[in-house]
């Protein structure tokens, strides 16, 4: 029972920030849908293709603040927590002002392998010249999230989320439906939330929990710094492997034509909603286990794994019995193109397994992330990636966007089995 509670505690604030998420993927790709043309939905997908790879790439910035801070809360160690605090924020200003340079270099170069057409490709760049403005809020805020996690408060992550999306969708609708803008005014209404939600978490990490500034001699500590930087190389290069498996998934459907780009991106906004409600007990898992750990409870950190399975597996029953009954009528809402929705009604039986291929590998992400086995979490998404490529390419010649699904729901699962095999040798040590 005292599981279940700290469980709900963490996920229930963490769902709620998550589920906006996607619900702002959702009224993007309706925005667009309506503006009249499919390309205007290929364009969001290519965008958020480019962007996702910058971001997630540099998505240790919060898993790997929230393992380590979970651990350090769990000794008491209130000096690690303020370190973990600042030497990630001082990473995340140095690396988006890397991106801010480089990004007028790197958006028509993936734009161009993503092979898309010329005219969704044109506005995917109208779209990425705008919001490239807001990398160092995005890598502050996936700092300061994961920093939050780890202290056990998910409270405050949810509000900035809340925040962010309320912004972001009431300034694209306006500049789109109001003063007739287009991709520009969805783009618009991005930049400005992801610099209002930034600002908020850090005026609250700072008022609210005041971590102690370090000297520089305590912030450079090497052999401190080292197990740093190991733990988030491992997350970097398990988040090139994930973004490999996505970009090469935007890139086949592009090469499909416009319609197939267009309905596996409103099929990926079904995936997108079920990895933010299961997220958010991943998210439990990561504060958790590194509590656990943290505190050298073994006992307590195994019977909080079998929860966490039991508690995603029924999450994934619900979704992908909710996703067969309505998926069609979803679809529908979506676009208005008729192409563009039968083809993604054509493809929506891989849709609706995706939850129950996918559960185990969001929760044992978490775990993973928490007990900082990072190497194990790299192992499991490098093999899952092999295993997608060597599905997708077997089969592409006679099952064509069929086998790009397959072959998508196939990583899932491998990863997810991958990591519970791996996670029961931690545990053994």
């Known amino acids: 029972m005292r599981h279940r509670r700290e469980i709900l505690a963490i996920a229930l604030p963490a769902i709620v920030s998550n589920i906006t998420t996607p619900i702002l993927g959702l009224v993007d790709v309706a925005v667009t849908g309506h503006i009249g043309s499919a390309s205007y939905i290929g364009a969001i997908a290519l965008g958020g293709t480019v962007f996702n790879m910058l971001y997630w790439l540099f998505n240790f910035l919060r898993m790997g603040s929230s393992g380590l801070t979970a651990q350090a809360y769990g000794r008491g160690d209130a000096r690690s927590v303020a370190l973990v605090f600042y030497r990630l924020l001082l990473v995340a200003l140095a690396v988006s002002a890397l991106m801010v340079l480089a990004g007028e270099f790197y958006a028509p170069t993936v734009l161009r392998f993503m092979d898309a057409g010329d005219e969704a490709s044109a ?3 109208r779209y990425f010249r705008i919001c490239i403005w807001g990398a160092p809020a995005v890598l502050a805020t996936y700092a300061l999230s994961g920093w939050f996690l780890g202290l056990q408060n998910s409270r405050v992550p949810m509000w900035t989320a809340l925040i962010t999306n309320v912004v972001n969708i009431a300034v694209s609708v306006t500049l789109v439906f109001g003063c007739g803008w287009t991709i520009e005014g969805v783009a618009t209404g991005t930049l400005t939330a992801q610099w209002i939600g930034a600002v908020v978490a850090l005026t609250v990490a700072l008022r609210k929990f005041k971590p102690r500034i370090p000297g520089w001699n305590e912030l450079l500590r090497l052999r401190e710094l080292g197990a740093f ?32 780009l267009a309905g596996n991106a409103l099929l990926l906004q079904l995936f997108m909603l079920f990895s933010f409600f299961i997220d958010g007990f991943a998210f439990a898992g990561e504060a958790l286990a590194g509590k656990y750990y943290g505190m050298g409870r073994q006992d307590e950190l195994r019977r909080l794994i079998g929860r966490l399975l039991r508690i995603g597996l029924l999450c994934a029953l619900v979704f992908s019995a909710v996703y067969f009954v309505a998926g069609e009528s979803v679809m ?71 086998a790009l699904w397959l072959a998508f729901d196939s990583y899932l699962l491998t990863r997810g089995l991958m990591e519970l095999l791996l996670s029961r040798k931690v545990l053994k040590r």
């Open 229 to 260: 930087f190991r733990i988030n190389a491992d997350i970097f290069l398990r988040t090139a492997c994930l973004v490999a498996v996505t970009v090469w998934f935007t890139r086949a459907g592009a090469s499909l034509g416009v319609d197939i």
């Open 332 to 402: 529908a809402l979506l676009a208005e193109d008729a192409s563009v929705v039968s083809t993604a009604v054509r493809f929506l039986p891989w849709a609706v397994v995706m939850p129950l291929c996918g559960f185990c590998a969001f929760v044992m992400d978490g775990v993973l992330v928490g007990l900082t086995a990072t190497g194990r979490m790299l192992t499991a998404m490098f093999t899952s990636m092999i295993v997608f490529f060597a599905v997708y390419f077997l089969l592409r010649g006679t099952l064509h966007n069929h």
């Open 123 to 125: 506005l995917a760049l």
